[in-house]
């Protein structure tokens, strides 16, 4: 009987938890990829002002622990008169945070590539917008996709911090499951390999696309 | 006929003086080869033609009269080719990619018409086997050899290249080379940059000697060699013959 | 603001440099605990290709694809129910160094793999054993290349001991939680913390700096 809630209690933990855990993700990755090209292209400009406000931002974010972000964020906006609830909050706070690391990614692949590739296509006589559709672009996201897909690792891993605005995504549910249950190694175990499904699979996939890029930019 | 002609042609990098009133002329079909040492100005010279090193600070060059500063961009590299000394083949794309792709974008070629053309010119260098392996699988001369079917598949009337071989293995110098010879007896308009001074004498219609941003000598290669007008020529055959 | 967030960090500097005390604190235990234990396991992985290289592979795997905070709650409810109680800060500096383990097994690791082959070719040729070979010649020469990473770790954790806000551990964080909540002024409490953890960083950075220009450090780094 005791088996069988828990059994009812792990399921319905993964069933509710995990979809608020992938939603916030794909939220919060959209717009902090945004930011991570704005900000990677300025990074990797020649106008010093722009680079160094890139700069600044990585900075800034490399320094602050997510969890203290989440609230200045959290209590920062009502400052402004600024109301949009905790789950809002909770995405700006990721996006805002994970832009920041994008930041680095994408200026590192744009910084990356061989300047000879835009000579050559500017000698064959492409026009801009061709370049960077062609050529720029498609070589910069073969760099960097595995890169994101990492991130995005990180970005499913920092969901677990937005509980503390009040948002009942997987971890706190497992907490509300444990001080229910008393059973604390089933139900964390339950709540880590969770995560850990997520955060591997996407790993694998990261894994299998650099992989390919490997093997059609090395010799060998 | 004069096809190409450069008049008083300046550059600068910043404060540096890099070309300095450099002129010069050819006609269609020949061969320019331009030499001399490291930092002379050579690269600079050929990239400013295609104004791949920006504009001129004073002077003009034109072909057949019209002056390429003004020429718009796609007429400009349609007409001018480029090989480069690192090749810089498109590293995302397969070898046939890499010559049809730009014959569909600025040709407005078919994806058919351009992969045909492709294999063609994969197949007079000798890579017609290489079409679809991506260009890090390749060794630098076959990767020289796809660069220059790119820039052939766009036809162009006057093809520039810089440095081609001196990032070739010493056995891989010849198989470039080879293709090279076999454009300019097909009447190819090319200036060369090169210290490939053999080539130099053989397939020269004349040679281009340059030193800190000038043209210090321009003779046909036999003059050019057997009795080189000034000293700093001397020395620097003598250097680039005898070591 | 900045005005306000200044005078609130004057006023209750005791609840802040307590909480950045006992962060430091809470950091630098992690690591030193963290360096044993991730440093032995990334020998074992570097030099295990058997069962015990694959159990570190497994924790390593199973900490870098999981929250800090499961692993955390993990520790903070699951060790009571072993019947060991520590104290909050105690479960604190376990679970750091458990994190922190897993990355300083992959940093050490590579550091080991970056060494050329060369080198243990050369040893072994000698005759040198295993033994004498890691402890002479392979980790003497990856120490000083992995000491920047290192650093980066430092900050990492003392990032990370902000979680610890979750169970009760009067840190940076909660530092501002506790200020805030006495004075309603949230804002500025928690800014006071950012400036906090950024200036940890500036500082930690600069000594990163330092060292590397000191030990001249391209003389250790391998092409």
Not at chain 2, 39 to 52: A, F, P, Q, V, Y
Not at chain 2, 143 to 151: D, E, K, L, M, P
Not at chain 2, 171 to 191: C, H, N
Request: with cysteine; proline share 3%.
């Amino acid at each position: 009987m005791v088996l069988l809630s828990l059994v009812y209690d792990a399921a319905g933990l993964i069933l509710s938890g995990m979809p608020i855990v992938i939603v916030l993700t794909i939220s919060a990755f959209i717009p902090a990829l945004a930011l991570g090209v704005v900000g990677g292209l300025m990074g990797s400009s020649s106008y010093r002002l722009l680079r160094f406000i890139a700069g600044l931002y990585v900075y800034i974010f490399r320094s602050v622990p997510f969890l203290m972000f989440i609230f200045l964020v959290y209590y920062g906006l009502p400052y402004y008169n600024v109301d949009i609830g905790p789950v809002t909050t909770a995405i700006v706070a990721l996006a805002l945070s994970h832009g920041a690391y994008m930041t680095e990614i994408i200026r590192g692949g744009l910084l990356g590539l061989d300047k000879g590739q835009n000579e050559a296509a500017i000698a064959i006589g492409f026009t801009l917008t061709q370049r960077l559709r062609d050529i720029v672009l498609p070589q910069a996201l073969m760099a960097i996709i595995p890169s994101l897909l990492g991130q995005s690792i990180l970005m499913v891993k920092d969901t677990s911090l937005v509980s503390v605005v009040g948002i009942s995504e997987l971890t706190r549910l497992g907490r509300e499951v444990v001080i229910r249950t008393n059973e604390p190694f089933i139900v964390f175990t339950i709540v880590a390999a969770a995560y850990f499904v997520l955060c591997f699979g996407l790993e694998w996939i990261a894994r299998r696309l650099e992989a390919r890029v490997r093997k059609i930019t090395s010799r060998q | 006929m004069t096809f190409f002609e450069a008049r008083d042609v300046n550059f600068h990098f910043g404060s540096f003086h890099a070309l300095r009133d450099v002129s010069f002329e050819f006609g269609k079909g020949d061969v320019l080869v331009v030499c001399g040492p490291s930092g002379s100005g050579k690269s600079t010279l050929i990239r400013s033609i295609n104004r791949l090193a920006g504009p001129l600070t004073s002077g003009s060059m034109s072909i057949e009269g019209r002056d390429l500063a003004n020429m718009r961009a796609r007429e400009l590299y349609r007409r001018i080719g480029m090989v480069f000394q690192r090749f810089n083949l498109f590293q995302h794309l397969s070898v046939l990619e890499n010559i049809a792709l730009p014959q569909r974008r600025v040709l407005g070629k078919s994806r058919r018409e351009a992969a045909e053309r492709a294999r063609g010119l994969l197949d007079r260098v000798g890579l017609a086997d290489k079409a679809d392996s991506y260009p890090a699988r390749l060794s630098g001369g076959q990767q020289q050899r796809v660069a220059i079917c790119r820039a052939l598949a766009m036809e162009p009337e006057l093809l520039l290249f810089d440095e081609p071989t001196s990032a070739l293995d010493p056995e891989m110098v010849g198989e470039v080379l080879q293709v090279m010879r076999g454009l300019a007896a097909g009447g190819m308009t090319m200036i060369v940059v090169t210290h490939e001074m053999g080539f130099a004498r053989e397939l020269g219609t004349e040679i281009l000697f340059m030193e800190a941003g000038q043209v210090v000598e321009r003779a046909p290669p036999a003059a050019f060699f057997a009795n080189p007008r000034e000293a700093r020529t001397r020395a620097f055959l003598d250097q680039i013959l005898h070591h | 603001m900045f005005a306000a967030a200044y005078d609130l960090f004057w006023h209750y500097r005791d609840i802040y440099l307590r909480g950045l005390e006992n962060a430091l604190t809470a950091a630098a235990f992690g690591l030193v605990l963290s360096l044993f234990a991730g440093g032995l396991a990334g020998i074992i992985r570097f030099s295990s290709k058997g069962t015990a290289g694959r159990v570190v592979a497994i924790y390593v795997s199973v900490v870098r694809n999981t929250p800090m905070l499961v692993q955390v709650y993990f520790i903070y409810f699951g060790l009571p129910a072993l019947g060991v109680t520590l104290s909050a800060f105690a479960t604190g500096v376990v679970a750091l160094t458990f994190n922190s383990g897993a990355y300083i097994a992959e940093i050490a690791r590579g550091g080991l793999a970056a060494i050329p082959q060369g080198q243990t070719e050369a040893a072994m040729a000698l005759g040198l054993s295993r033994r004498v070979l890691l402890a002479r010649v392979l980790i003497p020469q990856a120490a000083p290349t992995i000491l920047p990473a290192i650093t980066g770790q430092f900050v990492q954790l003392i990032k990370d001991t902000s979680l610890l806000y979750t169970i009760a551990v009067l840190e940076i964080t909660k530092a501002a939680d506790d200020v805030g909540n006495e004075t309603y002024q949230f804002l500025e409490a928690y800014l006071v913390s950012c400036l906090i953890y950024v200036v940890i960083c500036v500082v930690l950075n600069l000594l990163v700096d330092q060292y590397e220009r000191r030990a001249g450090f391209s003389r250790h780094r391998r092409v």
